[in-house]
């Protein structure tokens, strides 16, 4: 593996478990199997009491997975949990790959780095290091003159700069997550990550495509002797 390309691993994760508590269902006074009352007070029916230690419980064990994925507390930031729970998919699913960015790129570029495919998380300057995201949906520039299935296995054109039905020299990405009809120009793609190699050579090989003058799209030699492909879609600048 050439020099910076390799596989995106958290910040040292803190050690959640010397901090959490078990987290049990609510079991306060007034509390009902388990299940919160509301409560009457003209029937004489009391609520439930959120205990501390219950409320405590809660916290630690929200806090503690967010903060055990290396995601900082902010007050007032209401993504957090869902921001912690994409990170621990990546994590698990090593779903994320870091590439040294051969042209600036923006946020949604289409690449192929070596034999594998994704999508630019971030806008990455030239020469800095970016990272793809290898699996998951997304929408990608679409080969016209043929229409998609859902589920049809779709392939990557660098040359071109869009995906596409034909396997002829092109790079296996995933499949089509939703028909499309011949004339679109675009296509909801779901990446099934690395190695995107199926249907063409294996590493080492040279790339097919050669360079095309103004387009931005070509190959590059990494260090090691490896090559990048790089064909980020067309896009108005």
Do not use: H
Request: aromatic share 4%; with cysteine.
């Amino acid at each position: 593996m050439g020099e910076g390309v390799g596989v995106v691993g958290p910040s040292k994760r803190p050690d959640r478990d010397s901090r959490l508590r078990p987290v049990d269902r609510i079991n306060g006074p007034g509390a009902v199997g388990n299940s919160f009352v509301g409560g009457n007070p003209i029937l004489g029916i009391d609520g439930t009491v959120v205990t501390s230690t219950w409320a405590q419980d809660v916290q630690e064990e929200l806090c503690g997975f967010i903060e055990g994925e290396g995601i900082g507390l902010e007050p007032l930031n209401r993504t957090q949990l869902a921001q912690a729970i994409e990170a621990a998919i990546v994590r698990v699913t090593g779903a994320e790959l870091q590439f040294t960015a051969p042209v600036d790129l923006v946020a949604g570029d289409p690449l192929l780095v070596v034999d594998t495919f994704g999508v630019v998380v971030a806008d990455v300057l030239t020469g800095a290091t970016g990272v793809l995201r290898l699996r998951g949906r997304f929408v990608l520039p679409k080969a016209t003159g043929s229409a998609w299935s859902a589920g049809q296995a779709l392939y990557w054109d660098a040359g071109a700069g869009e995906a596409t039905t034909s396997s002829g020299g092109n790079r296996s990405i995933g499949v089509a997550a939703v028909a499309a009809s011949s004339g679109a120009t675009t296509g909801s793609v779901l990446l099934k990550g690395p190695p995107s190699m199926e249907a063409g050579g294996g590493p080492g090989e040279a790339p097919r495509q050669a360079p095309r003058e103004g387009t931005g799209r070509g190959t590059l030699r990494a260090a090691g002797g490896q090559s990048i492909v790089f064909s980020p879609a067309p896009r108005e600048r």
